[in-house]
């Protein structure tokens, strides 16, 4: 299994774009590995063997499966997205399954540095350091009529809860976030670029109905789709074949962004709409290519 593994690494090793993802990669890749092994080594069945009551319901893309459902059918692994969304939950408080994550993952690793230097500046800037003489002062002024003081306390105090507020929301969702998060899972995923997996046009279809869109024409052909788990639940992530090249949609529902946004890294380019039902991700090796695909998908896709 590992000289397999190290041999397909080998005839992709220039799809590898950031090498501090290789130990992931190889992961993938071995893990990929073991399903092809075991779906080489199933006994054979004798089908008529078996009575049709004891066939199980495969669940089907017309069936118009319940997110629940589909979520049931996920292995519960940890990976990026829940070590994220616990750092940004309370950074200072990691369960032991974030920490063991962190240190096996540089890419996670480098983005609690980010988040703890955050907070660290946060805290710098309310350290205030009283000034000298300010108990004397407080003292003349005591006499002052105590009616005013209050309401200056009180704008004062509201002040600061609203800056304070101000501040965690954008610490706890950066305006690129969920783009940042496509790229991440596209890097985490290097094999929808090298295999074909369920490349059905109607699969396609089903899941836009899904989002109470309606398909006009593809915006290429279909060479990998696939249920993952993103950012706060599922999503599909589709690879097609453009004239540009390979590019990749994510579908997340039940997700509403305030507006668009925009990322590079790691070599690639993202870009996230908010559409009906959900949002979309297109991730490509630029930004031109990016704002292409999404004008594509916009045109071949009406959300209603």
């Avoid at 295999?195 to 052909?221: C, H, I, W």
């Avoid at 599909?236 to 074949?241: D, R, T």
């Avoid at 305030?258 to 990322?263: E, G, K, L, R, S």
């Amino acid at each position: 299994m590992v000289q397999e593994t190290f041999a397909r690494a080998w005839k992709s090793w220039a799809e590898l774009r950031d090498v501090a993802l290789a130990k992931a990669w190889l992961v993938t890749i071995m893990r990929n590995e073991l399903a092809r092994s075991y779906s080489r080594n199933k006994p054979a069945l004798d089908i008529d063997a078996v009575g049709e009551a004891e066939l199980p319901a495969l669940p089907s893309f017309e069936s118009q499966l319940e997110t629940a459902q589909l979520v049931s059918l996920l292995p519960e692994t940890y990976n990026c997205l829940e070590f994220r969304r616990h750092k940004l939950t309370d950074p200072r408080r990691l369960p032991p399954e974030a920490r063991e994550h962190a240190a096996g993952c540089p890419t996670c690793a480098a983005f609690g540095r980010e988040v703890d230097e955050t907070e660290r500046e946060l805290e710098r800037a309310l350290t205030v350091p009283v000034p000298d003489g300010l108990a004397d002062r407080a003292i003349l002024h005591a006499r002052a009529p105590q009616r005013s003081w209050r309401r200056w306390a009180l704008a004062a105090s509201v002040l600061v809860a609203v800056v304070l507020g101000v501040w965690q929301l954008a610490l706890r969702n950066p305006p690129e976030l969920y783009a940042r998060l496509a790229i991440e899972h596209v890097v985490m995923e290097p094999e929808s670029f090298t295999t074909v997996r369920a490349a059905d046009a109607g699969a396609f279809r089903a899941v836009v109905q899904n989002f109470g869109a309606t398909l006009k024409e593809m915006p290429g052909r279909i060479r990998y789709i696939r249920l993952c788990p993103v950012e706060d639940g599922v999503g599909w992530h589709i690879v097609f074949e453009t004239p540009q090249g390979l590019a990749t949609l994510i579908l997340v529902p039940g997700k509403r962004l305030p507006d668009v946004q925009t990322a590079s890294a790691a070599g690639w380019s993202a870009l996230a709409r908010p559409v009906r039902g959900g949002y979309y991700a297109v991730v490509t090796p630029s930004a031109a290519s990016a704002s292409a695909f999404d004008k594509m998908i916009r045109n071949c896709i009406f959300w209603a």
